[in-house]
C-alpha cells in the first residue's frame, strides 16, 4: 500500500520560514519524480516544485528564489524549504509521486499571515 505522508505545515508571518517533509512508503522512492502540489480556495491545484530521479528540479515562477526541494533516498523522504513566505503562498500543500502512476498524499496546510 502506497503512502505519502506530509508534514512540516502551520501558520508563519509574511518573511518566515517553513520545511515540508514528505515520507513514502510502498513504491521504490528512488525511481519516482516527487512533487509538491499547491490549492488554495476557489484555485485550481498547480506544481510548486518537482525532482527527478537523477535530482533535476523545476519550480513555479512563483517561488523560484525562495523554494528549495531535495530527496533523501535513504529516507524515502522528499522535502520543500520555503522562505520568504508570502500570503499568497497560503494553501493546501500535497506529495506527489510519480513513475508509472501519480500517488497523493493528504495535504498539509500552510498558511502566511500578512
Known amino acids: 500500500q502506497v503512502q505519502l505522508v506530509e508534514s512540516g505545515g502551520g501558520l508563519v508571518q509574511a518573511g518566515g520560514s517553513l520545511r515540508l517533509s514528505c515520507a513514502a512508503s510502498g513504491i521504490i522512492f528512488s525511481l519516482n519524480t516527487m512533487g509538491w502540489y499547491r490549492q488554495a480556495p476557489g484555485k485550481q491545484r498547480e506544481l510548486v516544485a518537482a525532482i527527478t530521479s537523477g535530482s533535476s528540479t523545476k519550480y513555479a515562477d512563483s517561488v523560484k528564489g525562495r523554494f528549495t526541494i531535495s530527496r533523501d533516498n535513504a529516507k524515502n523522504t522528499v522535502y520543500l524549504q520555503m522562505n520568504s513566505l508570502k500570503p499568497e503562498d497560503t494553501a493546501v500543500y500535497y506529495c506527489?509521486?510519480?513513475?508509472?502512476?501519480?500517488?497523493w498524499g493528504q495535504g498539509t496546510q500552510v498558511t502566511v499571515s500578512s
Open positions: 506527489s509521486a510519480r513513475f508509472s502512476t501519480d500517488y
